[in-house]
T-cell receptor, first 112, second 112 residues
């Protein structure tokens, strides 16, 4: 079973503060993704990566940075957190293109 | 609005009934993923159907894909209470982009 671990599981941040969400996978997967989910809505792609030290923009990258320092780790960084970034964030990995995504349990972020 | 930004659609059925959820996508896709999300958890793949397949079955699940109309459907036969969840379709344009984009999703409630 593919394992994707997100930390923290929940976080409260202040407006204007810096937030880092972490994702770790032990599956030796090449691809990793960050999605956000607002209550009662679907998932929207923020950033993704298919190799260490390289990231790609998704559909809603504004206000977010991503970092892939190794194959196993993929971080999402909010340099200046805003109220509108309150959401649940999901990380996912997969072995290659056109294949299933394996999701973590999510990080619930509240920006106050 | 972006695909997936709208509110989740809601369906409520009785146990034992059949149900079909539809997904219309806007751009070319080489594969349609169907995911199930239980409350408080990340999505998990239930069926993946590729562009050269018209139908895919897995137990009580049946997915169809019509590339000419850019639509896919997920059917559950004889739904059970444990099928209560949110169901999403997701598409990806090609193996070169590696982007997996999620649709709006349907919140299915199966009543005893």
């Amino acid at each position: 079973e593919a394992a994707v671990t997100q930390s923290p599981r929940s976080k409260v941040a202040v407006t204007g503060g810096k937030v880092t969400l972490s994702c770790h996978q032990t599956n030796n997967h090449d691809y990793m993704y960050w999605y956000r989910q607002d209550t009662g809505h679907g998932l929207r792609l923020i950033h993704y990566s298919y190799v260490a030290d390289s990231t790609e923009k998704g559909d809603i990258p504004d206000g977010y940075k991503a970092s892939r320092p190794s194959q196993e780790n993929f971080s999402l960084i909010l340099e200046l957190a805003s109220l509108s970034q309150t959401a649940v964030y999901f990380c996912a990995s997969r072995p290659g293109g056109l294949w299933t995504l394996y999701f973590g349990a999510g990080t619930r972020l509240s920006v106050l | 609005s972006q695909w997936g930004e709208e509110n989740l659609q809601a369906l409520s059925i009785q146990e034992g009934e059949d149900v079909t959820m539809n997904c219309s996508y806007k751009t070319y896709t080489t594969v349609v993923h169907w995911y199930r999300q239980d409350s408080g958890r990340g999505p998990a793949l239930i069926i993946l159907i590729r562009s050269n397949e018209r139908e895919k079955r897995s137990g009580r699940l049946r997915a169809t894909l019509d590339t000419s109309s850019q639509s896919s459907s997920l059917s559950i036969t004889a739904a059970q209470c444990e099928d209560t969840a949110v169901y999403f379709c997701a598409t990806e344009g090609s193996s070169n982009t590696n982007k997996v984009v999620f649709g709006t999703g349907t919140r299915l409630q199966v009543l005893p």
